[in-house]
């Protein structure tokens, strides 16, 4: 039976851990936008280092998640590197779903013609100055439904971060339904509050494609 007084009780510390798996989202896409953008103009303009990233990015779209949050949250410390269980697993999730973003960029940039980049070095302009005036405004526009994709998948990731003990929504859950031995009001309510996210970030992303598409169409 679902019991209502408990569901009430446990509510402020599930909001508690909300906002822990919230932030480590948010910071964990940011990682993995800005080094997957990195990854994918290396791999571009770099024929030296065009192989050895791709070889980089089958790596760790090739092996766990979990497999690379144990790597760097047990090896680490042997190399003298010390981090808190959260900035490990943020790091963790950011540098994994990187490959991935890295991806999406290669795709965004690839639908823009040889020319384009072409004409961008005869007028002599920077790398940096192409890629932001030039190339990534007609490349957004695949780019950015893609990017929240993986947005989506890495607040459903997060709850991995409770094998190091990072207190987010199912760490907090489990540590509730030990304590109460109820499990279904807990889990329960995570369940709701990653689907309130979920559809939260799906609206934001489709409000970012509209707003992207009436600039692109002045």
């Excluded at 991806?103 to 072409?118: K, L, S, T």
């Excluded at 526009?141 to 709850?159: E, M, Q, S, Y």
């Excluded at 199912?170 to 339904?177: F, H, I, P, S």
Aim: proline share 5%; charged share 15%.
């Amino acid at each position: 039976m679902w019991d209502w007084t408990y569901t009430f009780e446990v509510l402020p510390h599930l909001f508690k851990a909300a906002g822990v798996t919230i932030e480590a989202a948010a910071l964990s896409f940011a990682i993995a936008a800005t080094l997957g953008l990195a990854l994918a103009i290396l791999r571009m303009v770099s024929p030296t280092l065009s192989w050895p990233v791709a070889l980089l990015v089958e790596i760790v779209r090739s092996t766990p998640l979990l497999i690379q949050i144990f790597f760097m949250y047990f090896a680490l410390p042997q190399f003298g590197i010390t981090l808190d269980s959260l900035t490990v697993g943020v790091l963790g999730i950011g540098v994994h779903y990187a490959a991935y973003c890295s991806e999406v960029y290669r795709a965004g940039f690839e639908n823009i013609q040889r020319g384009q980049w072409e004409a961008s070095t005869a007028l002599n302009l920077s790398l940096t100055t192409a890629i932001r005036v030039v190339i990534l405004p007609q490349a957004i526009v695949p780019i950015v439904p893609a990017l929240g994709n993986d947005l989506i998948a890495i607040f459903k990731a997060t709850p991995i971060l409770s094998v190091i003990a990072v207190l987010e929504l199912m760490e907090t859950a489990k540590t509730l339904g030990s304590e109460s031995f109820r499990y279904i009001e807990p889990i329960t309510l995570v369940g709701l509050f990653f689907l309130a996210m979920s559809l939260s970030s799906a609206a934001a992303i489709r409000y970012a494609e509209r707003a992207v598409n009436r600039r692109i169409a002045r």
